[in-house]
C-alpha cells in the first residue's frame, strides 16, 4: 500500500509531481496547478471520500456514476485480495471460477433471454464489443451490407476510436477526424429539448421513435446493423424517453431486422431504480452492455451480454467471434463483481436508488420552483438532471463567457460537494447507498450554490 503523505511539504511534492507527471482525464495541468490542485483522495466511506489534508467531501456523482455500493466496502477487497492469493491470472486457452460464476449471475440478473456474457475492461469497450458482435451477426447471415449503426444525437457511448463516433458531432471529437463510416443520427426523445417543438412527453417520445424508422427507410433496411442507445440518457442530463418511446423502437428494429443494442453502462445495476433500466419498459434488447456498477469501480470489468438468438450465430469453430483482449474477464475483478453484486442484492440497494431517488428528484423539483435559473429537472431513481437555463421562457441556455459553470463550480467545493457543472447544467448520480439525511445535505448545499449563480450573475 502507498503511504500516504502527511506534512504539508510531502503533500506539496505529491502535488508537483501530479502537475509534471499526469495527464489527467478532462484537466489541464497549468489551470489545475493555479487552482492549486490537484486534488487528491484518500479515503472513503458510502458517499462520501476525504483529500490529503483531511477534509471530508461529498461525492454526488459516484466516480464516473460508476460507485453504486458505496466506497468502503471491504467486503469487495477481501474478495479480490482472496482471488489474488489463489489466481491472479489465466493461461490461454483457460478460464476460472469467479468469471463463470458471474457469467452466470449476469444471465439470471438479466432480462428475457439475455444469457452470454462476452467479458472485457470497461464500457467505451463493451459497445465496441457489441458493434463488433452486431456486424459479424449480420456478415454471418449473409447480409454483408449491414454497417450502419445508428446513434441518438446528444448520447454518449464512449472514449474508444469507433464509440466515440456514436451520439453525433461535437468539438470533442474534431482531433480525430475522419468519422468512422455508416454513422446515423437520431433525435434524442428529451421533452425539454425535442427536435419536434412543442410536444408532449409522450408526442415527442413517438416522433423520435418515428424518426427512427425512418432513417431506416431512407439509408435502406439492408444497410442497417444496430441501433445503440441508453435507455435513459445521462449524458443529455438524464434525459428518460416518454413511455410509447422504447416499444415503439423495439418493434422498429424487430420488424427490419435491425439489432436492438441498449447502453446499460451507467444505467445498469439499480441505478435508475430497477436492475437494468430497460425493465421500466419491459423491453428485452438484443446486446446490452454493462459496465461500471457491476463492480462499483472496485476493479475494472464490463461485459457485453447477447440473448441466445444471437449468440447462437457464433456456435462452431468456424464461426468464431475473433476477439482477444487481455484483461477481460479477469479473475480478480470477476470476484470483486460478484462480491459488489451480493451488496447490491443483499442491502437492497435496487430498492434504495427507486425511493431515495424520488426522494431527490422531488427536492430538486422544489429547488426549481426557487430557483429560476432551473429550466428542467429529470431523471429516474439515483441519475438525475438539472438543466439551467438563462430564461425559463426561451430556454436559453448559458455559454461559456458567461462563467456560469465556473461560479456554480467553485460554490459547490465551497459547500463541501464534488459535483460538476457544464454550461447545458448538471447530472446528479450518487452511490446507491445514499440516505434521506444525506439528501437533504446535497440539496442544501445546491441551493446555496445556485442562489449566489442567480445573485451574480443577476438571474431574476
Given at each position: 500500500?502507498?503511504?500516504?503523505?502527511?506534512?504539508?511539504?510531502?503533500?506539496?511534492e505529491l502535488r508537483y509531481s501530479a502537475l509534471n507527471h499526469l495527464w489527467m482525464h478532462n484537466r489541464d495541468?497549468?489551470?489545475?496547478?493555479?487552482?492549486?490542485?490537484?486534488?487528491?483522495?484518500?479515503?472513503?466511506?458510502?458517499?462520501?471520500?476525504?483529500?490529503?489534508?483531511?477534509?471530508?467531501?461529498?461525492?454526488?456523482?459516484?466516480?464516473?456514476?460508476?460507485?453504486?455500493?458505496?466506497?468502503?466496502?471491504?467486503?469487495?477487497?477481501?474478495?479480490?485480495?482472496?482471488?489474488?492469493?489463489?489466481m491472479q491470472y489465466f493461461p490461454q486457452g483457460t478460464t476460472t471460477a469467479p468469471l463463470i460464476k458471474l457469467?452466470?449471475?449476469?444471465?439470471?440478473?438479466?432480462?428475457?433471454?439475455?444469457?452470454?456474457?462476452?467479458?472485457?475492461?470497461?464500457?467505451?469497450?463493451?459497445?465496441?464489443?457489441?458493434?463488433?458482435?452486431?456486424?459479424?451477426?449480420?456478415?454471418?447471415?449473409?447480409?454483408?451490407?449491414?454497417?450502419?449503426?445508428?446513434?441518438?444525437?446528444?448520447?454518449?457511448?464512449?472514449?474508444?476510436?469507433?464509440?466515440?463516433?456514436?451520439?453525433?458531432?461535437?468539438?470533442?471529437?474534431?482531433?480525430?477526424?475522419?468519422?468512422?463510416?455508416?454513422?446515423?443520427?437520431?433525435?434524442?426523445?428529451?421533452?425539454?429539448?425535442?427536435?419536434?417543438?412543442?410536444?408532449?412527453?409522450?408526442?415527442?417520445?413517438?416522433?423520435?421513435?418515428?424518426?427512427?424508422?425512418?432513417?431506416?427507410?431512407?439509408?435502406?433496411?439492408?444497410?442497417?446493423?444496430?441501433?445503440?442507445?441508453?435507455?435513459?440518457?445521462?449524458?443529455?442530463?438524464?434525459?428518460?424517453?416518454?413511455?410509447?418511446?422504447?416499444?415503439?423502437?423495439?418493434?422498429?428494429?424487430?420488424?427490419?431486422?435491425?439489432?436492438?443494442?441498449?447502453?446499460?453502462?451507467?444505467?445498469?445495476?439499480?441505478?435508475?431504480?430497477?436492475?437494468?433500466?430497460?425493465?421500466?419498459?419491459?423491453?428485452?434488447?438484443?446486446?446490452m452492455t454493462v459496465a461500471k456498477g457491476i463492480t462499483s469501480s472496485y476493479l475494472p470489468l464490463a461485459a457485453?451480454?447477447?440473448?441466445?438468438?444471437?449468440?447462437?450465430?457464433?456456435?462452431?469453430?468456424?464461426?468464431?467471434?475473433?476477439?482477444?483482449?487481455?484483461?477481460?474477464?479477469?479473475?480478480?475483478?470477476?470476484?470483486?463483481?460478484?462480491?459488489?453484486?451480493?451488496?447490491?442484492?443483499?442491502?437492497?440497494?435496487?430498492?434504495?436508488?427507486?425511493?431515495?431517488?424520488?426522494?431527490?428528484?422531488?427536492?430538486?423539483?422544489?429547488?426549481?420552483?426557487?430557483?429560476?435559473?432551473?429550466?428542467?429537472?429529470?431523471?429516474?431513481?439515483?441519475?438525475?438532471?438539472?438543466?439551467?437555463?438563462?430564461?425559463?421562457?426561451?430556454?436559453?441556455?448559458?455559454?461559456?463567457?458567461?462563467?456560469?459553470?465556473?461560479?456554480?463550480?467553485?460554490?459547490?467545493?465551497?459547500?463541501?460537494?464534488?459535483?460538476?457543472?457544464?454550461?447545458?447544467?448538471?447530472?446528479?448520480?450518487?452511490?446507491?447507498?445514499?440516505?434521506?439525511?444525506?439528501?437533504?445535505?446535497?440539496?442544501?448545499?445546491?441551493?446555496?450554490?445556485?442562489?449566489?449563480?442567480?445573485?451574480?450573475?443577476?438571474?431574476?
Amino acid at each position: 500500500m502507498v503511504e500516504v503523505p502527511k506534512l504539508a511539504k510531502d503533500i506539496s511534492e505529491l502535488r508537483y509531481s501530479a502537475l509534471n507527471h499526469l495527464w489527467m482525464h478532462n484537466r489541464d495541468w497549468v489551470k489545475t496547478g493555479e487552482d492549486g490542485g490537484p486534488d487528491i483522495v484518500v479515503d472513503g466511506n458510502g458517499i462520501e471520500v476525504t483529500d490529503i489534508e483531511g477534509k471530508t467531501w461529498v461525492d454526488v456523482n459516484g466516480g464516473y456514476s460508476s460507485v453504486n455500493s458505496g466506497y468502503g466496502r471491504t467486503e469487495i477487497a477481501n474478495a479480490a485480495r482472496a482471488q489474488m492469493e489463489q489466481m491472479q491470472y489465466f493461461p490461454q486457452g483457460t478460464t476460472t471460477a469467479p468469471l463463470i460464476k458471474l457469467a452466470e449471475k449476469i444471465a439470471s440478473l438479466s432480462p428475457g433471454d439475455l444469457q452470454r456474457s462476452w467479458p472485457v475492461s470497461g464500457g467505451s469497450e463493451a459497445n465496441e464489443t457489441a458493434l463488433k458482435i452486431a456486424k459479424s451477426y449480420h456478415k454471418r447471415l449473409g447480409d454483408n451490407g449491414r454497417y450502419k449503426i445508428i446513434s441518438r444525437r446528444g448520447s454518449y457511448h464512449g472514449a474508444t476510436g469507433g464509440v466515440m463516433w456514436l451520439g453525433g458531432g461535437g468539438s470533442s471529437r474534431s482531433d480525430y477526424e475522419p468519422a468512422v463510416p455508416g454513422m446515423i443520427y437520431a433525435p434524442q426523445p428529451n421533452q425539454y429539448r425535442c427536435e419536434f417543438n412543442g410536444r408532449t412527453d409522450e408526442e415527442c417520445a413517438i416522433r423520435c421513435a418515428e424518426a427512427v424508422e425512418n432513417l431506416i427507410l431512407f439509408h435502406g433496411p439492408d444497410t442497417v446493423a444496430a441501433f445503440i442507445a441508453e435507455p435513459v440518457s445521462a449524458s443529455s442530463l438524464a434525459a428518460v424517453p416518454g413511455d410509447p418511446y422504447w416499444p415503439m423502437v423495439r418493434d422498429i428494429c424487430d420488424k427490419y431486422g435491425i439489432l436492438l443494442i441498449a447502453d446499460e453502462v451507467i444505467t445498469g445495476f439499480g441505478r435508475t431504480g430497477k436492475m437494468f433500466a430497460l425493465e421500466h419498459w419491459e423491453i428485452v434488447p438484443d446486446i446490452m452492455t454493462v459496465a461500471k456498477g457491476i463492480t462499483s469501480s472496485y476493479l475494472p470489468l464490463a461485459a457485453t451480454v447477447s440473448t441466445s438468438r444471437i449468440s447462437d450465430v457464433f456456435a462452431g469453430e468456424q464461426n468464431l467471434f475473433r476477439q482477444a483482449l487481455t484483461f477481460g474477464g479477469h479473475p480478480v475483478c470477476a470476484a470483486s463483481a460478484l462480491a459488489n453484486i451480493e451488496i447490491i442484492e443483499s442491502e437492497n440497494l435496487v430498492n434504495n436508488s427507486a425511493r431515495t431517488g424520488l426522494y431527490l428528484l422531488n427536492k430538486l423539483k422544489e429547488l426549481q420552483e426557487n430557483h429560476p435559473i432551473v429550466g428542467d429537472v429529470r431523471g429516474l431513481g439515483l441519475l438525475l438532471g438539472l438543466e439551467l437555463v438563462k430564461n425559463r421562457d426561451t430556454k436559453e441556455s448559458f455559454t461559456p463567457k458567461s462563467g456560469m459553470s465556473k461560479i456554480l463550480n467553485k460554490e459547490f467545493r465551497a459547500n463541501g460537494l464534488i459535483l460538476f457543472a457544464t454550461d447545458k447544467g448538471v447530472s446528479l448520480s450518487p452511490p446507491l447507498c445514499i440516505k434521506r439525511s444525506e439528501v437533504d445535505f446535497i440539496i442544501d448545499g445546491i441551493h446555496k450554490s445556485l442562489s449566489t449563480v442567480e445573485k451574480e450573475l443577476s438571474i431574476l
